[in-house]
């Protein structure tokens, strides 16, 4: 069983940063691949930004060149930065572990972009 815990979600002004965490359990992190996904309000989840267990990355169009995907596996953590927000970001934001046939899921992270 893998717990995924995510923070640094909150209220940020159009334009502003965040930096989203999500810190795993377990042994297996270096070897899982590591997705975000988001959900806004009446909106499918959809996927925003992963990165495998050798450091290749993968981002959703809308929002390359704002956001950067990486890891730190003596953490166990995943980290999304998130730059240049825009109000339409505005969702849940959920980790996604998966290795072999096993995914897990966090709890979700709320950001806000509004003035």
């Known amino acids: 069983q893998v717990q995924l815990v995510e923070s640094g979600g909150g209220l940020v002004q159009p334009g502003g940063s965040l930096r989203l965490s999500c810190a795993a359990s377990?042994?297996?992190?270096?070897?899982?691949?590591m997705n975000w996904y988001r959900q806004a309000p009446g909106k499918q989840r959809e996927l925003v930004a992963g990165?495998?267990?050798?450091?290749?990355?993968n981002y959703a169009d809308s929002v390359k060149g704002r956001f950067t995907i990486s890891r730190n596996n003596a953490k166990n953590t995943v980290y999304l930065q998130m730059n240049s927000l825009k109000p339409e970001d505005t969702a849940v934001y959920y980790c996604?572990?998966?290795?072999?046939?096993?995914?897990?899921w966090g709890q979700g992270t709320q950001v806000t972009v509004s003035s």
């Open positions: 377990g042994n297996r992190f270096s070897s899982a691949v």
């Open positions: 990165i495998t267990s050798g450091g290749s990355t």
């Open positions: 996604r572990s998966t290795f072999l046939s096993l995914t897990y």
